[in-house]
């Protein structure tokens, strides 16, 4: 093996490290509420001694649109499943078993998140469907309001 060769793979797995590591950062301090918190206070009301929660009770929905914090919650969960994986390749070269079960964990959480986020996106889409829906039943009772003003 040649340095250069060797150079190279000691920069490849020192990047993996410190994307590893910057990622357990990031995901530490936003479970200690540093930056924003994720969990969200929800309007409930109760019927019947029922509690029942408000779709959009998550100010983050309220301001970006509905399925916002789907997404972000989305988008955590697959950069957790990347981080697992990645780890579970460094932990490959040393312990074969172990790592592939961390590889397999990782994805599966990748999975997760991307189907948090699509969910997310649907219900953001559903909403713009929603609002056009009532922008056009407007528009129609304006005009048929104008059809018997004239």
Known sequence: MSLKSSIEKVLRRTQKLLSICVSV????????????????????LT????PLVMADSNPLNKIFGAGTTD????KVEQDIGTVKR????VQGEFDGVEGAARQVEGAAQQAKGKAQKDIG???????????NIKESAKDLRDSAEDLFDR
Do not use: C, H, Q
């Open 71 to 74: 997404k972000i919650e989305g």
């Open 86 to 89: 990645n780890v579970g390749k």
């Open 25 to 44: 950062a990031i995901l530490t301090l936003t479970g200690m509420g540093v930056g924003f918190s994720w969990a969200a206070p929800a309007n409930a």
């Open 121 to 131: 996106t649907v219900k953001n889409k559903a909403d713009e469907v929603g609002s």
């Open 47 to 50: 019927v019947d001694r029922v």
